[in-house]
């Protein structure tokens, strides 16, 4: 079964969801390696950790959710190949889970291995909620 849900319900969907991250100051965007968990369940090796910015999105209409700037990590947590990653608040609350990869992913990478010490950029992130 396809959903349509119309642009409005979309928005507010989105719009929960950057509530939800922006609970306390700026949310954070940490990539994993290993297996992704059941969304909110106990994470892996932390690679990177990037911070969103406050509020986390620049816009969110018809159905689309564009984050704001992402600050970099300019010194990768660990070496391994990303696979995963996990939207928290501040605190470290789990928000939103996906997948990670060059190609296909929810968050693509130019290269999916990360080097400990490198830096780990997000030039851009936007997710299209419903309606294929």
Same mark, same amino acid.
């Given at each position: 079964?396809?959903?349509?849900?119309?642009?409005?319900? @979309?928005?507010?969907?989105? %719009?929960?969801?950057?509530? /939800?991250?922006?609970? !306390?100051?700026?949310?954070?965007? @940490?990539?994993?390696? !290993?297996? @992704?968990?059941?969304? !909110?369940?106990?994470?892996?090796?932390?690679?990177? %950790?990037?911070?969103?910015?406050?509020?986390? %999105?620049?816009?969110? #209409?018809?159905?689309? =959710?564009?984050?704001?700037?992402?600050?970099?990590? /300019?010194? /990768?947590?660990?070496?391994?190949?990303?696979?995963? =990653? @996990?939207?928290?608040?501040?605190?470290?609350? #789990?928000?939103?889970?996906?997948?990670?990869?060059?190609?296909?992913?929810?968050?693509?990478?130019?290269?999916?291995? =990360?080097?400990? !010490?490198?830096?780990?950029?997000?030039?851009?992130?936007?997710?299209?909620?419903?309606?294929?």
């Amino acid at each position: 079964m396809t959903l349509g849900i119309v642009s409005g319900t @979309r928005d507010d969907m989105l %719009e929960a969801i950057a509530a /939800a991250i922006n609970a !306390g100051a700026a949310g954070l965007l @940490r990539i994993y390696d !290993g297996a @992704r968990p059941a969304t !909110g369940g106990a994470a892996t090796n932390l690679l990177a %950790e990037l911070t969103l910015s406050d509020p986390c %999105e620049d816009t969110i #209409a018809a159905g689309v =959710f564009t984050f704001d700037t992402i600050t970099a990590d /300019a010194a /990768a947590n660990a070496t391994g190949t990303a696979t995963w =990653f @996990r939207i928290t608040t501040s605190a470290g609350t #789990a928000v939103v889970d996906g997948s990670v990869g060059t190609v296909g992913e929810d968050i693509n990478f130019n290269s999916a291995s =990360f080097v400990i !010490g490198g830096n780990v950029a997000v030039t851009s992130l936007v997710w299209t909620a419903g309606n294929p």
